[in-house]
């Protein structure tokens, strides 16, 4: 598993709330992503995070935001959860070998918003 | 952009033979790729890797083969066991893992 865990595993939560999702990793990895897969479109990239404090969005970062305040711990928020954004949430580490970077994934948060 | 997509949503095989899962990828420029297996409730596991200088990759009871020319690559199992029972997907890159594109993924039956 990479060394990563994410909690909730599971959450249900009301349309308007906020929603905070913890991935926590403890191999010292530099990068982490946060990743979001529905059945019609697969696993697409939210965020990632390429060190403390440092961020960037990916392909459907809107209605998102992240935070990384230590290495270990990677967040990702809600501001105000829509039921669009009802999917399994994957938080993942990538390791570079031989030239290329694999990613590891954990074990998801399946996020329900009624 | 990329586009990754996998040609069967669903596939079934007997226990013991051998299965293929194919994919097909739209950007020349990709040049690595990997294949995921993910099962019921957890998050995508690495299987094997492939860079676009190799046409051939072999693992333990897998295999990848890479055809540039089309832009498809395959996943070969051997001797299908119930545990590879699974949604499987590819992905492909021509950079840095957050250049990744996934495919939507084929689930693969093992049948006693």
């Known amino acids: 598993d990479a060394g990563i865990t994410q909690s909730p595993r599971h959450k249900v939560t009301e349309t308007g709330t906020p929603v905070t999702l913890r991935c926590h990793q403890t191999e010292n990895h530099r990068y982490m992503y946060w990743y979001r897969q529905d059945p019609e479109h697969g696993l697409r990239l939210i965020h990632y995070?390429?060190?403390?404090?440092?961020?960037d969005k990916g392909e459907v970062s809107d209605g998102y935001s992240v935070s990384r305040s230590k290495t270990e711990d990677f967040l990702l928020t809600l501001e105000s959860a829509t039921s669009s954004q009802t999917s399994v949430y994957f938080c993942a580490i990538s390791e570079s070998q031989r030239g290329r970077e694999k990613l590891f994934f954990g074990s998801g948060t399946q996020l329900s918003v009624l | 952009g990329e586009s990754v997509g996998l040609h069967l949503p669903t596939l079934s095989v007997q226990e013991g033979d051998n299965s293929i899962i194919n994919c097909a990828y739209s950007n020349s420029a990709s040049d690595y790729f990997i294949w995921y297996k993910q099962e019921s409730g957890k998050g995508p596991q690495f299987i094997i890797d492939?860079?676009?200088?190799?046409d051939k990759r072999q693992g333990q009871r897998v295999t990848v083969l890479l055809n540039k020319t089309v832009k498809h690559l395959s996943l070969q199992i051997a001797a299908t066991q119930p545990g590879d029972s699974a949604v499987y997907f590819c992905a492909a890159s021509s950079g840095s893992a957050r250049q990744l594109t996934f495919g939507s993924g084929t689930q693969l039956t093992v049948l006693p």
């Open positions: 492939i860079r676009s200088n190799m």
């Open positions: 995070s390429y060190g403390v404090k440092d961020t």
